[in-house]
T-cell receptor, first 113, second 111 residues
Framework: EAQVTQNPRYLITVTGKKLTVTCSQN?????MSWYRQDPGLGLRQIYY???????DKGDVPEGYKVSRKEKRNFPLILESPSPNQTSLYFC????????????FGPGTRLTVT | GENVEQHPSTLSVQEGDSAVIKCTYS??????FPWYKQELGKRPQLIID?????GEKKDQRIAVTLNKTAKHFSLHITETQPEDSAVYFC??????????FGAGTRLTVKP
């Protein structure tokens, strides 16, 4: 089954404790992206990757890191999480090098206390 | 950078009526305009998109129109049904990099 998966789906952590949210797609898609969703703000792009080893900042990259060592995986790293990073996070992928027809993962709800 | 504004933030219609959601964008270089539907507790799903070389696109009960001169695009849903109730997001992109979303419209279709 073609899909985008994220893990974990729910996470409660404390300020400053490094964490990684994994994202994986099995559709051989080139483009992958991370978004955060906050009430009243819609979806805001954090980072995107047009292909392996190619990543770039989106609208709100501060406090986040990403890597794209393999085509299928695009982990999101929070080196020192803060309460303002409490949010719902979505990973997405699409078949071309640009953000056309994005398929979203199920989301990861992160709470930083 | 690109700025996308979406109106209204909430919309309530009677079943069978039409619903229209409007978005404006700021960057004239944007050339791809998708619409996503997000049901409660679910992931966003693409419902329709349009590229800048097309003025209108239809898919059954939904349609999107694009006015490049005015830099706005709209989603039209006809013969609304209760299952159309969701949050709808517009977005804009230059096609090879970032994607900017509107803040969303919560559509409620009353039976």
């Amino acid at each position: 089954e073609a899909q985008v998966t994220q893990n974990p789906r729910y996470l409660i952590t404390v300020t400053g404790k490094k964490l990684t949210v994994t994202c994986s797609q099995n559709m051989n898609h080139e483009y992958m992206s991370w978004y955060r969703q906050d009430p009243g703000l819609g979806l805001r792009q954090i980072y995107y990757s047009m292909n392996v080893e190619v990543t770039d900042k989106g609208d709100v990259p501060e406090g986040y890191k990403v890597s794209r060592k393999e085509k299928r995986n695009f982990p999101l790293i929070l080196e020192s999480p803060s309460p303002n990073q409490t949010s719902l996070y979505f990973c997405a992928s699409c078949p071309t090098g640009g953000p056309y027809e994005q398929y979203f993962g199920p989301g990861t709800r992160l709470t930083v206390t | 950078g690109e700025n996308v504004e979406q109106h209204p933030s909430t919309l309530s219609v009677q079943e069978g009526d039409s619903a229209v959601i409007k978005c404006t964008y700021s960057d004239s270089a944007s050339n791809y305009f998708p619409w996503y539907k997000q049901e409660l507790g679910k992931r966003p799903q693409l419902i329709i998109d349009i590229r800048s070389n097309v003025g209108e696109k239809k898919d059954q009960r939904i349609a999107v129109t694009l006015n490049k001169t005015a830099k706005h695009f709209s989603l039209h849903i006809t013969e609304t049904q209760p299952e159309d109730s969701a949050v709808y997001f517009c977005a804009a992109s230059k096609g090879n990099n970032d994607m900017r979303f509107g803040a969303g419209t919560r559509l409620t279709v009353k039976p």
